[in-house]
T-cell receptor, first 112, second 114 residues
């Protein structure tokens, strides 16, 4: 089967750092993406890792270890507007490289 | 800018009715997707299309059908709606020629089947 696991909820305070983990077990793997979704909104792309290591985009960073089938999203200098759900998604299966398989999402609540 | 649009945004229908959800995009992307989102279950792929002549089933295609009328239009149909199809439906696009890993989502259609 194919599965992605991430914590259901994380809480933090403004200015803090939070890490959202994602472990995956899939038939194929071309990369790991992260999407953000605010309540009532559409998912929006945050980052993508195809190779091992850390990718940094402003306050957000994403890490991948293919040998461990593991990745994480790191959010620094948290702001209230970062309160949202965050989804990891594996790109590709054995047949198609651009299919995404999504995790069930992590709800991040940022408190003042 | 509304690059990916979905109509209707909200729909309430009754069990057994046929319903069509429409998606249009002005991004010029070749690939289009339909997802369903239930609370706590993330996004599940219903159907995807890599071009007008290429349509594929996703994880949960039973009870759904699709039509890719043009590169810019991808419709999802529920032939006979049932209550457990009540969910939030998203259309998405991607460009196989550029950053194919990034999908762009429409605003969603909230469907309620009574």
């Amino acid at each position: 089967g194919q599965s992605l696991e991430q914590p259901s909820e994380v809480t933090a305070v403004e200015g803090a750092i939070v890490q959202i983990n994602c472990t995956y077990q899939t038939s194929g793997f071309y990369g790991l993406s992260w999407y953000q979704q605010h309540d009532g909104g559409a998912p929006t792309f945050l980052s993508y890792n195809a190779l091992d290591g850390l990718e940094e985009t402003g306050r957000f960073s994403s890490f991948l270890s293919r040998s461990d089938s593991y990745g994480y999203l790191l959010l620094q200098e948290l702001q209230m507007k970062d309160s949202a759900s965050y989804f990891c998604a594996v790109r590709g299966d054995a047949y198609n490289t651009d299919k995404l398989i999504f995790g069930t999402g992590t709800r991040l609540q940022v408190f003042p | 800018d509304a690059d990916v649009t979905q109509t209707p945004r909200n729909r309430i229908t009754k069990t057994g009715k046929r319903i069509m959800l429409e998606c249009s995009q002005t991004k010029g992307h070749d690939r289009m997707y339909w997802y369903r989102q239930d609370p706590g279950l993330g996004l599940q792929l219903i159907y995807y299309s890599f071009d007008v002549k290429d349509i594929n089933k996703g994880e949960i295609s039973d009870g759904y059908s699709v039509s890719r009328q043009a590169q810019a239009k991808f419709s999802l149909s529920l032939e006979s709606a049932i209550p457990n199809q009540t969910a939030l439906y998203f259309c998405a696009t991607s460009d196989s020629r550029d950053r194919g890993y990034e999908q762009f989502f429409g605003p969603g259609t909230r469907l309620t089947v009574l």
